[in-house]
């Protein structure tokens, strides 16, 4: 039985789903959606306003303020509401009303960057927002999760060191890269602890994290619009580039079978899959992919028929039952990019650059 005090010391990293059954893929599916706060951000949340307090630039009487398009926002109004602390969340109209509500419940103060910067950026627009309120009012302090240390150290002194007591016999990890904190924290722990193992970012086309060029993105979660500071490419072995249309077509096989997981989940999922029938074709490795969330929060657009025709247009597979053949194509093109700033793999996986 776990007994918790105050809402922030779940982390419950224990749940694996092995994903053979439901989708014939010979991966486990480490979960960190089942948390107060329904993500992994959870971690980063705790991590930041740790160090912001053990460092003194937190105290009783500052405000936390924080750039969020739904799940950190979340996850600090969580830690903060635990810890008796004032939050500010600045967001933006993308942002899901339901994550409005849900931070609104919790006690924080959500903003709206209503118009994007000239060049289109929400991200941007959040951010001066952000840096206009601190400018403004004493005591706020801002946790910028996108260059804070805290956060990827969260990965690497928590996330990593889990996934490598769960799995002593792990060769493969799949890692979604939004920020880059968990990709960053997990690859940097694995290369100095186990460096056999190889660890595979997992990104959406249209993101720019690895270099690659600008393109429309829908989900939250995975990829980014302009280059995370934070992101350190020099420990990960290998990228997969995942269209946001197989994002959706996996989370919706995923869910078929019961299993109602996050717009990201689906992207990690698919880009593990494709990765694993060039790299592992008989499956016998032990390789595992972390699940960022829950699916709740995607009910009005991954889950959504409507949404997903609008977005995407015609979608083969909307309603598929079984695992199609896109999700492991034997041979050809499949989408797999290695970068040229990330390390050449071997068999053994000892490889670094
Ligand atoms: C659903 C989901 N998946 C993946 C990520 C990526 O995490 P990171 O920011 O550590 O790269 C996030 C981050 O917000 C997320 O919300």
Excluded at 115 to 137: F, I, M, Q
Aim: proline share 6%; glycine share 10%; aromatic share 6%.
């Amino acid at each position: 039985m776990t007994i918790i005090s105050t809402a922030d010391e779940l982390f419950d990293g224990d749940l694996c789903i092995d994903l053979r059954r439901t989708l014939g893929i010979p991966l486990y599916l480490k979960c960190e959606g089942f948390n107060f706060t329904g993500s992994i951000k959870i971690r980063a949340a705790v991590s930041m306003v740790s160090a912001g307090i053990q460092q003194g630039l937190i105290t009783r009487d500052s405000t936390i303020v924080e750039s969020s398009s739904g799940n950190l926002g979340v996850a600090l109004s969580v830690v903060a509401a635990a810890r008796s602390l004032r939050f500010v969340c600045v967001t933006d109209p993308k942002c899901n009303p339901a994550t409005v509500k849900l931070m609104c419940a919790l006690g924080t103060r959500v903003v709206v960057a209503e118009t994007p910067d000239a060049a289109g950026s929400h991200l941007s627009a959040r951010k001066e927002l952000v840096r206009e309120l601190c400018r403004r009012n004493a005591g706020y302090v801002w946790l910028n999760q996108y260059e804070n240390p805290a956060n990827w150290i969260a990965h690497y002194e928590t996330t990593a060191p889990l996934i490598a007591k769960q799995f002593p016999e792990l060769h493969v990890l799949f890692v979604g890269t939004g920020t880059g904190g968990t990709l960053t924290g997990c690859s940097r722990y694995f290369r100095e602890n186990r460096p056999d193992v190889r660890v595979v970012a997992v990104d959406t086309v249209g993101s720019v994290n690895f270099g690659m060029p600008a393109g429309p993105r829908h989900l939250p979660g995975v990829g980014a619009g302009e280059r995370m500071p934070l992101l350190d490419a020099a420990p990960v072995h290998d990228l997969v580039q995942v269209p946001e249309q197989d994002t959706v077509r996996t989370c919706r096989c995923l869910a078929r079978q019961g299993f109602l997981l996050g717009g990201s989940t689906g992207t990690v999922v698919s880009g593990a899959a494709r990765w694993l029938a060039r790299h592992d074709p008989a499956g016998t490795r032990t390789s595992v992919a972390v699940s960022a969330d829950t699916g709740e929060r995607y009910l009005d657009t991954v889950y959504d028929d409507s949404w997903v025709r609008r977005t995407y247009g015609a979608l083969a597979g909307l309603d598929a039952l079984d695992p199609p053949e896109w999700l492991a194509p034997p041979d050809g093109p499949d989408g797999l990019d290695r970068l040229d700033g990330l390390g050449e793999p071997t068999e053994d996986g000892g490889d670094r650059p």
